[in-house]
């Protein structure tokens, strides 16, 4: 925050791909393609899910065109084409049941699809055509354009606190960094972005260089390499590489942002960047230690029995060791967000300003227990044995399997979901505890916290004075011993800055 080839020759070779919206196959194409194809075959399936994953993430947005990686792929993935309107598109689309996500990140834009095999002809044909001939019309423009606008001003800004904490810790923890905005741009950066940007933008990161393609399922003998040379009359792009980031950004001290906007509730998130990701052997046993900690929508976490389950602080509290896309809405960890660099982060979803303080002692203790003593064997074992079953819920559909396949190549690693099997497997107690001791400390971290009197919250961090919490029920002595040692917990905040909701993802 304050901290801070050509395509048209392209496009006429691919319209020998299909006539009409029927034919599966492209016919005159090149001879070998420099795109990455990853399959996963299910020959009893009758569904196929199909991903394309472009490295054209909003990392790659030009300083002071935020937003222009996400908008360009929603002029792919929800606009017309050269064909035929989008009204038409989605018209052609609803028979088959089908419809195609448009999935913007930070280092790679995606675009997901299940279809039923009897229709795949069909739905190939609009494939190929909303990738390979996009329209780039102006009002397709304005529309998108406005849809982020909104999302940034009428939905992280105003309608949801949790959403807004849930985006702001990353641009905290990542100032500076190509990761340090939002997906969705900036407010001043997407109204800088021209039609012609998003044109250049296409033309620069659609190629076959940066693309993956994954097809998974019941589909014929020979589809995934046809739909491959088929979309192999985008430019070649040279080099398949993907772009260097910096160095992973270094937290110092205990910062607080205090978002300043009009609530009834006070939310926070804490986090730092970590310079281990999924590729990494540290990264395993870290992933008990969250999970021990407090898993998103679980209930055994340690921060959810200590803040919800005994003292009803609020709906919620868990820890994350990745990026998780739409953690409202979502059970487990979704395929198709990969992101070299991550970031340790826990959320406590809101509280009534009253238990603000003590709300966050309560969870800065837990990172603190966890630092100082970690797991026992008891845990441990629990927690392992947990997350050794639970793998096989984050791919429970074909388009999930297609998803950690693909995110597991482009890290460079063997299948994620077995790799996960074999390594907590091979787990100790010690090794646990050693890379909780080397990783989580609680003593440097960015904090966001949505709050409707900053100031006042303000002046209760500087003073960090003993803060009681008092109950409306009767509650067992334990936890109020318990709540002696939280409630003078020092926060020692390092530095703290009110932020007006105005401001926030404004450029």
Do not use: C
Not at 77 to 106: C, F, H, I, K, W
Not at 122 to 150: V, Y
Not at 433 to 456: C, H, I, M, W
């Amino acid at each position: 925050m304050n901290r801070r080839k050509t395509v048209a020759a392209a496009l006429a070779l691919a319209l020998a791909a299909f006539s009409g919206t029927g034919a599966a196959f492209a016919q005159d194409v090149p001879a070998a393609s420099g795109i990455d194809l990853v399959t996963v075959p299910s020959p009893d399936s009758p569904l196929v899910s199909i991903r394309l994953m472009f490295n054209a993430g909003s990392m790659y947005d030009p300083k002071g065109k935020e937003g222009l990686a996400a908008l360009t792929a929603l002029m792919v993935g929800q606009a017309s084409t050269q064909r035929r309107t989008y009204g038409d598109l989605t018209e052609a689309l609803y028979p088959m049941a089908a419809n195609v996500a448009v999935l913007p990140d930070r280092e790679v834009a995606s675009f997901a699809t299940t279809v039923h095999r009897e229709t795949l002809a069909s739905f190939t044909g609009l494939l190929q055509e909303m990738i390979l001939q996009p329209a780039f019309s102006e009002n397709d423009f304005n529309r998108n354009k406005q849809q982020l606008q909104a999302a940034l001003t009428q939905g992280l800004r105003s309608a949801s606190d949790e959403l807004l904490g849930l985006e702001a810790i990353q641009d905290e923890i990542f100032q500076g960094h190509p990761y340090g905005h939002p997906t969705a741009g900036t407010v001043q950066g997407l109204q800088s972005i021209t039609l012609d940007d998003v044109k250049r933008f296409y033309q620069e990161r659609y190629t076959q260089a940066n693309l993956m393609l994954g097809v998974a399922g019941g589909y014929p003998q020979g589809y995934p390499e046809s739909l491959q040379k088929a979309l192999s009359v985008l430019p070649r792009g040279g080099e398949r590489k993907l772009a260097d980031l910096p160095p992973v950004p270094k937290t110092q001290g205990r910062n607080f942002n205090l978002i300043d906007k009009k609530t009834s509730s006070v939310g926070m998130n804490v986090g730092f960047a970590l310079p281990i990701n999924r590729t990494h052997p540290d990264f395993y046993p870290l992933l008990v230690a969250n999970s021990y900690l407090g898993e998103h929508r679980t209930f055994y976490g340690r921060l959810m029995q200590q803040l919800r389950g005994k003292r009803g602080l609020n709906y919620g509290d868990y820890s994350y060791l990745e990026f998780w896309a739409s953690p409202p809405f979502t059970d487990n960890p979704a395929p198709g967000v990969p992101r070299r660099q991550q970031y340790f982060s826990f959320w406590i979803r809101p509280v009534v300003p009253a238990d603000a303080q003590f709300a966050l002692r309560a969870a800065l203790n837990e990172l603190q227990l966890l630092h100082d003593k970690g797991l026992s064997q008891q845990d441990f074992e629990l927690t392992r044995n947990y997350l050794v079953n639970r793998k096989s819920a984050w791919v429970q559909t074909l388009s999930d399997r297609l998803g950690y396949t693909m995110d597991s190549r482009y890290y460079g690693m063997p299948y994620y979901i077995d790799e996960l099997d074999k390594r907590l497997k091979a787990l100790t107690l010690d090794d646990v505890n050693k890379a909780v001791k080397k990783y989580l400390s609680p003593d440097n971290f960015e904090a966001v916290v949505v709050t409707g009197d900053a100031q006042r919250l303000k002046d209760i961090l500087q003073k960090d004075e003993p803060s009681p919490k008092t109950y409306i029920s009767e509650v067992d002595k334990d936890i109020l011993e318990v709540d002696k040692t939280i409630q003078s917990l020092k926060v020692k905040p390092t530095a703290i800055d009110i932020v007006p909701i105005q401001q926030v993802f404004e450029k």
